[in-house]
């Protein structure tokens, strides 16, 4: 008796699958990014570290009674996210923004783009007001 002859199946072709976009740890994108935004970076943490030594650091979110603070670190910039009311706060195009319907990483209301000198200046005061209402 003669068997039949069964052929393999090729597979279908298929598209390459594309690698899902992993997001980068927040030591990775502090490796990564010019010198003059890393330069930001520090200094506001020192800023609101030296505020009290009664609060802890959770990677980059800053915590009294609760957190006051959240940085998140892009290539020319640094993103502060602030426990305050953004209604309370003159919000500036470009540098203050109301976030609250926003989804975001982080806690708060109020974003804080900081990508100079002055807008690091301005950022100060905004600092020390959600850490002084936590």
């Not at 976009?21 to 200094?43: F, G, Q």
């Not at 800023?47 to 670190?73: G, M, P, Q, S």
């Amino acid at each position: 008796m003669n068997a039949p002859v069964i052929k393999a199946a090729t597979p279908a072709p298929t598209s390459p699958t594309p690698s899902p976009t992993v997001a980068k740890t927040h030591t990775e994108k502090l490796s990564s990014i010019p010198e003059a935004t890393k330069d930001l970076y520090d200094r506001i943490c020192s800023y609101i570290e030296a505020l009290d030594d009664d609060f802890v650091k959770y990677y980059a979110a800053f915590k009294k009674t609760r957190n006051f603070a959240c940085i998140e670190v892009h290539n020319r910039s640094v993103v502060i996210y602030l426990n305050l009311n953004p209604e309370r706060v003159e919000l500036e195009n470009g540098f203050t923004r109301d976030i609250r319907n926003i989804g975001h990483f982080g806690t708060g209301s109020l974003q804080i783009n900081v990508f100079d000198e002055q807008s690091y200046t301005k950022a100060l005061p905004l600092i020390d007001k959600a850490y002084e209402e936590v």
